[in-house]
Every structure is written in C-alpha cells, then in structure tokens.
C-alpha cells in the first residue's frame, strides 16, 4: 500500500480570524469533507507538544515523527539542503543575505535592495571563497531567490553554537561570530575571515559597479545566520523502511523533507505563495507513486504566507484553492490501496500574524482508517473526531495504515 | 482496594477484519458492555505511542508503566524469565531452537522436526555446558515447549549487542555470533563456544540414535537468536509499592510481568491458544487477591493468535470467550474494594495478520471511576469515552484508582 502526507502550512485559525469564525470554518471545503465524511477520521494534533510554539521546521520534524527536542539544530542546514546543497554530518550551514554596506563599513540594507538579477555571477565570483588558516576546511556558498542565499562550511571539528553576522539592525558594522565553544570558535573564526572575503570580492564585482550606475544599491556583502550542524536525523527509508518523494516550493520545507531522506521532485507552477498552483504539486505527488515510491508528502504554503501577511480573505481563497486539490486527489487516488493524511503544521490567526500553540485540525481517509461521523474539517468540529488529540507523529500514523513501518520490539 | 488489569492480546481490529466491521464489533459482549455502562468509563489507548508498532514485549512493558524507549534490551530475557529461569543483572539470554544438522555440517531443520518428546534428557546432557576461555561465566540452558528453550550467561562484563546463531535459513552452517563491541565480543564468544559444545553433546545423545532409528529428525544442534542484557526494569513492588501475580501462559508475557516482579501462577488448562480455559485464569487472579497480593495481572492471548492466522470467525469467537470470563468476573469481583481495567496490547487486523499501530480499545470500571456514557465496547464506540486518548501507563492508573501507587514530588 502507499501513503500520502499533505500539509497545508498555517492551517489552523482562532476565532478571531473572520467575524468569530476562522478562516476555515469560513472557507468553502466540501472535497475535503466529503472525503472524511466518506472515508476518513479527525482529530487535533499538537504538532509538537501541547503548549509548544512550532517554528514551521520543529513542527515538519516532529509530524515526520522525528523528535525536534533531540534533534534540531537550526534553521540554515535545513535552508542549504532545500536549496540543493548536498550535506554531510560534517557541514555548519547558515541562511544568507545579499547586503549592502556603505563607505564607512556600515550596513545600509540588508537585502541588497532585494536584488534579483545576476546573482548568478555572484555565486560564481564566490566559489573562490576559501579559509587560509583551514585548508581543509570546505566553503561552499549557493544563492536562492533574490537577496537569499546559504553558506556551509564543511570539515572535522565544526561547531554550531555561533552568533550571527546579520544583526537585523541598520547603520552598524557587521559584527563578528563569535563561538561558544571551542570548536564553534573554530566555526566562528572560518566565518569571519570568509565573511571578509566575500566583501572584497563582491565590493570589486563589475555587477556591483553597473548596479551603481544604475541608481542601485549593490550587493557588497554577505550576512550569515541561523547556523546549523548538520542534525541526527535517520533517514525515513533508515527509520521506517519507506522510499519517499516530497513536493514543495518553499526551500524550509523541502530542506527538512530531503533532510528526512526524501527525494525532492518540483511542479510546475509552484511557488511557495498564495498563486501557487497546488495542483500540479497533487500531480507529480501521484506520479510519484506509480513510479514506485511508498510514500509522497506534499506541501502547500499559501494559507501561512495569508496569515503572517493578516489577509483573511487571501487564507481563505487559498483553503479553497487546497479543497479544489483534495477534489482532484479524490478522483485520482486509488482507495484500495492508499491512505492519505491532513493537516496544517501549526495554528496561524490572522490578527497575531504568528505560529501559536493552538491544536490543529487533521484527518487520515483509506480502507484501514475506523471511519468515524465527521462531516467538517475544521479547528470546532474536528475536536470530536475519532482520532482524539495527539502529538506529532502523522507520518508514521499514515505509514502504519498501509503497513509500511517496522515493528518496535517483538 | 485492590486491581486487576487484564490484557486481550491482538484484541483491536480494522474495518477491513469482517464486512466492514472489526471483530470486536461483531462479537457478542454483553458482559463487558454491560460492566463498561454501570460502572466503567472508556477511552482509546496507544500502547506505547501515536504511530508506534508495538511489539507484545515493549506494549506490555509501556503499559505496566515503563518507557521501553528506556529498557528494553530484547525479547530473549523475557523468554528466559518466562520458561522460570531466575535472572539476574548479569545474565545476558537467547531463546533458542532445537535444529537439524546434516552430515555436511548445514542447517536441515531449524525446528528438529518439532520435537515432541525426550526434551527434558537433551536439556539434563546441556547442564554440562562450560566455557573453558570463561570459566566464571554460568552457562544455563532450559528448555520450553517442542523446540523452544533458552540460553543464558550469568558473568561480569558480558555485552547483549552479539549477531544470533540463528540465521533463519536452511542449508548453510551455523553462524558464528560476533559482537558490536568488546563486552559483546565476549558474549559471542562463549556463545559460539557453547553451540560448538553443544553440538557435540547432542550428536552423541542416545536420544538422536533413537530418532535418527525412528525416521526422525536428530535434535543435534542449539540455534541462538534474540540476544538480550538483563533489561534496567525495578520491580512494580519498588516502583508502586504493590505486591503482584500475572497469570498467563505465553512464556513471553508471564517473562515481562516476572521481570517487572510479578509472580507467576498457573491456571489449569491455560494454553495460550485459543482454545484455553481462560476462565480458570480469572479464578486464579481472585484467588491472589484473596491470599493478599494487591494486584493481578491477566493475560489472554487467543485473540492475537487468531488474528496473525488471519482466522476472524476464530477471533470472534475468542472475544465471546473473554466476555464470558467477563460475566463470571463481574459476578465475583468486590466491587466495593477493586478497581479492574482491560484493554488489548495492540491491534493485529485479520488481514494484515500482524501488529500495527492503531490505537486500541480501553476501559477502566470500579467505584473510584468517573463513569461515562458509553454502553459498548469496541475501536468506534471507545472513541468517545470518558478517558479520551492517552498513550500506555494502564497499569498505574489502574493502581491509582485503588489509592496504591507513590506521589511523585511532594
């Protein structure tokens, strides 16, 4: 049998959202709930814990089944991995900007002015960045969309515990790591001398000479945080036997899913926004299958993007955008043999603006689900679904319903 | 005030068990129902986790209160304990197999041709087994029913971390065991030791002359698989203060409650099948009571058998035979001074016919418990009960309901 996991980031609400209602209490669903009504069971899920704030990393950790608490390390690797980086145990990655710093050395924006083009030729001019005093060690840096971008560092002895270079404050120097430990000095010390290079080497880009020209500001600098060390987390095919394909645009998402051992696979159309067009990610999640992989997550962004941005009215467009999705899934997906599951990986209300601890709404539907009498997916009715509220997990709940994970003890 | 905690082994279904039914929907319960609607309250249990599939020995231990996460080190001392050898921090066991070696040295028969009969002189001829290299090491073999037993080493610096002798394949030599570290290496070591002597033994056995004269198949050589250290459990009496019996008859089950400080009572005419006289078991529990222990434990395995055959009309039928015991203990218990819970250890579909991970019926019935509305017992009903979702620890709260179980903190 195969399993689907699909996360709608953001999902849950508070009444506060819309007139007393959430957004999806407002929203038009009836795919979704015609398919628990039909063939699944809700509960609420902690996506971490009761009372736990997921950051939207912790919380895909925890719903993969991994346990956040012992294993998170920081937001970069997960950041260089959703970008394509290829990562070891031996790599500390940081998110980066483009910044622009100005005659006196102080830092004038920190998005470069949101560059967006040539980056590529920054990259490129970039390779050349190298430790004098850590031969060994290897630099990498690669850019993502506009100002972002990740560097790692790969080599023996590299901690993680380091202050960043982007203070998120204007008019100031760009401040030196520091470490906390012996090893994360060592991290520390690389990053600051590579951080200096880059600025030698992009101060001197031609880019940058044309972007003044042009009336812009250049992109003169790299500013580093979120560092990480690469985590301990097993692979899913390592953990519960399971080959694995996710498909996403946002580069978090996808970083913690390749992290997670799973194989990136991209769909047209998708971007990581509230236009994004999900259902191509439905699409190659299902082709995914019929070429043989066990499970596929999928995952849409939109109703976080809505949320953060306090547009209601965007939330519940997108929500429903996912039930036209979850129409397409119905009608395509074999029920004999697949079990799907829903949910969002954290509550955020449209006036807070922010991830909270608030419980989500999430369902399971195929042949080995105990159907129970929900006939709504929402944050009110789904506290009186069959599956009762629980913490974490969705992954191997959904893996199991199909018997796709091993057994613990015997 | 007293507790019973009786465990169905295999007991939760899936819709896919009977026409849309699980077997213990279909099964007639009037007894339990009856008991759950005057004075219990019911719930959904995870028998150690939300997506976790539990084996018998971790379920039971995360039911009785431990975190198998913890201690468990493998099945082979619960098997050891289960067949009344006597353990201690220094054993390390195997469950073991009388097999068949042929005249090239390759394994034939990893069962001897289910030997039935003469177990007792091949086990009174391997009371001999020694290490030369390890002198101060005990080796002890017992034997269990047809071509089971055990292997325990009782010695300092012996490791649980060794490959089985075991190779559960036909045709090739035995295997030399080899350990993961150097503790472990000196366990392999002694076993591979003792396989050689007992190999030697065997072949010379008057028994396997007799055999080999009668057709059959010689019991000459011992397979080892299941390595396990004696496991870090405190007995439920230094735990919760409580005196214990466990009355089962799968060597497996009656070794976790030993090793958890039960002692173990036999029923008459218990086989651990299905066609067991369960009855007798719930006679026997009383009678502990009676003669001053403050707890029992019950352990019926038929529904579990059943179900890994996938045979649903046997399980039903089974179901109907716990429910008669139900009726007989309802009758007899007092009510005004015990407390009883029931559940199963995991839920084992039919057509699956193995452990999986879905959550599994539970109740709670006595005069300290908040009794809830609901009048049947089964994996939809109990969704709504009383005790919501909660994940293993019966056996405490079973205790704690008796007012028997330790404050934690002050």
Redesign the interface.
């Known amino acids: 049998m195969k399993s689907i996991m699909v996360i709608a980031d953001g999902l849950g609400g508070r009444p506060t959202d819309l007139d007393g209602k959430t957004c999806l209490q407002v929203a038009e669903t009836p795919e979704i709930d015609d398919l628990l009504a039909s063939r699944g069971a809700g509960g609420m899920i902690d996506p971490i814990g009761p009372g736990v704030r997921p950051g939207s990393d912790t919380a895909h950790l925890s719903l993969f ?1 991994y346990d956040p608490y012992q294993c998170y390390t920081g937001r970069g690797v997960f950041e260089a991995a959703g970008i394509g980086m290829d990562l070891t145990e031996d790599d500390v990655c940081f998110r980066t900007n483009f910044g622009t710093v100005d005659e006196e050395g102080n830092i004038k924006d920190r998005r470069a002015g949101r560059i967006s083009e040539g980056q590529d030729q920054l990259e490129e001019a970039l390779s050349s960045l190298k430790s004098k005093k850590y031969p060994e060690v290897e630099v990498r840096f690669k850019r993502s969309t506009e100002h972002r971008g990740a560097l790692c560092l790969r080599g023996p002895d590299l901690g993680g515990e380091v202050t960043p270079t982007d203070p998120h404050e204007l008019g100031i120097p760009i401040p030196d790591s520091t470490g906390e430990d012996e090893s994360s000095e060592k991290t520390a010390e690389i990053l600051n001398e590579v951080t200096h290079q880059a600025s030698k080497i992009l101060s001197d880009h031609p880019l940058n000479e044309k972007r003044k020209e042009q009336g812009k500001l250049p992109a003169n600098a790299i500013l580093s945080r979120g560092a990480a060390k690469y985590p301990n987390v097993t692979s899913v095919e390592e953990k519960y036997g399971v080959t694995a394909s996710v498909v996403a645009a946002g580069a978090l998402y996808i970083g913690v899913a390749r992290v997670a051992g799973m194989e990136f696979k991209e769909a047209e159309g998708a971007t990581g926004t509230v236009d994004s067009k999900i259902i191509n990610k439905a699409k190659v999640g299902l082709d995914e299958l019929d070429k043989g992989k066990d499970m596929v997550f999928l995952h849409f962004k939109g109703a976080d993007n809505a949320s953060h941005d306090h547009d209601a009215e965007a939330k519940v467009k997108f929500i429903e955008k996912v039930d036209e999705t979850f129409g397409w899934l119905k009608e395509n997906i074999d029920w004999e043999e697949t079990h799907l599951s829903f949910a969002g990986d954290h509550t955020t209300p449209i006036q807070y603006g922010d991830h909270v601890a608030d419980p989500v709404p999430v369902m399971v539907a195929g ?6 009498a929900l006939e709504e997916f929402d944050e009110y009715s789904c506290r009186d679904g ?12 959904t ?3 199909s ?1 796709l ?6």
């Open positions: 089944g042949p080995s689900v105990r159907n129970d069959g599956m009762g509220r629980f913490s974490g997990n969705l992954l191997p709940i893996l199991s319903y018997n994970i091993p057994k613990f003890g015997a």
